[in-house]
């Protein structure tokens, strides 16, 4: 079936962020006698939506905090971040929007973050009118690896999920754009290249080549 729309995850696709990420889960669990190494952050918590990585912390380290806590003082310092700078877009982003609207497809951000961190993104990078929607944690009951999120954003355009195709760079967001039914171009990062991709449609080492993959499938080429 030919594309036409292209779904960009946030987090490792559109920006280069998880490391600061995994800097920033450590200053909030600092107070709690806990520090993530670089190989738990990538196991288990990269690309997860923030509630669902609180749970399993508070849980899997025994805290004596509510997981709704972590979360907000996760959430905090995300916002303490972007208030003094975005985080920098993955290399040949802007590019790759435009050839994407040039090719007459339509996009969107399908998201395990909070509404806020994807709008800060959009807004201080100049990218809001390259895309329709945006689906966040925000906006589903069970963000990913669930497929409520891509589902909500197919609804949004009006398409079948099949007539999408999704952009992710972990394992959790592969899942959630295979179980809704949507393609999915993989592109693993330094955080997520030991992750099971198996489920991708194609995997691919950079948007560049993302883009090219699209270009000869895409409904309007």
Not at 13 to 32: F, G, K, R
Not at 70 to 94: E, I, V, Y
Not at 106 to 115: K, N, P
Not at 184 to 206: E, L, N, Y
Request: net charge negative; aromatic share 6%.
């Amino acid at each position: 079936m030919a594309i036409h729309a292209v779904l960009f995850d946030h987090d490792g696709t559109i920006v280069d962020s998880e490391p600061t990420h995994h800097q920033m889960w450590n200053s909030v669990l600092a107070h709690h006698g806990v520090e993530l190494t670089e190989t738990q952050y990538k196991d288990w918590y990269a690309g997860m939506p923030t509630a669902a990585n609180a749970i399993d912390i508070q849980s899997r380290f025994a805290l004596d905090v509510v997981p709704a806590a972590l979360a907000q003082a996760k959430n905090d310092a995300t916002t303490d971040h972007l208030s003094r700078q975005p985080f920098p877009l993955m290399p040949g982003t802007h590019d790759v929007l435009v050839a994407l609207q040039q090719l007459k497809l339509r996009l969107g951000v399908v998201t395990g973050a909070g509404a806020s961190a994807v709008q800060a993104t959009l807004r201080l990078h100049g990218l809001q009118a390259f895309f329709e929607t945006v689906v966040s944690a925000d906006d589903v009951e069970h963000s990913k690896p669930a497929p409520d999120c891509y589902l909500l954003a197919a609804r949004h355009l009006g398409l079948q999920p099949a007539q999408c195709v999704a952009i992710e760079d972990t394992e959790h967001g592969l899942n959630a754009a295979a179980a809704a039914g949507v393609p999915c171009i993989a592109i693993p990062t330094d955080m997520s290249r030991h992750h099971d991709f198996s489920k991708a449609t194609v995997v691919v080492p950079r948007l560049a080549e993302a883009l090219e993959w699209i270009r000869h499938r895409a409904a309007a080429a």
